[in-house]
């Protein structure tokens, strides 16, 4: 967890790919850190906007098209 919570506050754009990673991660503390640190950086949070649920492939799908480009920080 602690790692998650370093990547979360560089901000790190770099540090997408390996938090999409835990995004499943059978540890609901490290789906749900993982989800903040996503959100800190990309400045979304698609499980609020479409009432997901956090660790949901839509959520998933949402932060990699973020990742390549695809949506721009509303």
Same mark, same amino acid.
């Given at each position: 967890?602690?790692?998650?919570? +370093? ?7 770099? @540090? ?7 995004? !499943?991660?059978?540890?609901?503390? +490290?789906?749900?850190? @993982? ?15 479409? !009432? ?9 799908? !949402? !932060?990699? @098209? ?7 920080? +509303?």
């Amino acid at each position: 967890l602690w790692g998650i919570q +370093v990547l979360r506050e560089t901000r790190s754009q770099g @540090a997408v790919p390996l938090l999409l990673q835990y995004l !499943f991660n059978t540890d609901e503390r +490290v789906s749900r850190e @993982a989800y903040a640190a996503l959100s800190t950086i990309t400045g979304l949070d698609p499980a609020g906007m479409f !009432f997901l649920p956090p660790n949901s492939p839509e959520s998933l799908a !949402f !932060f990699k @098209a973020w990742h390549k480009g695809k949506i721009l920080n +509303v």
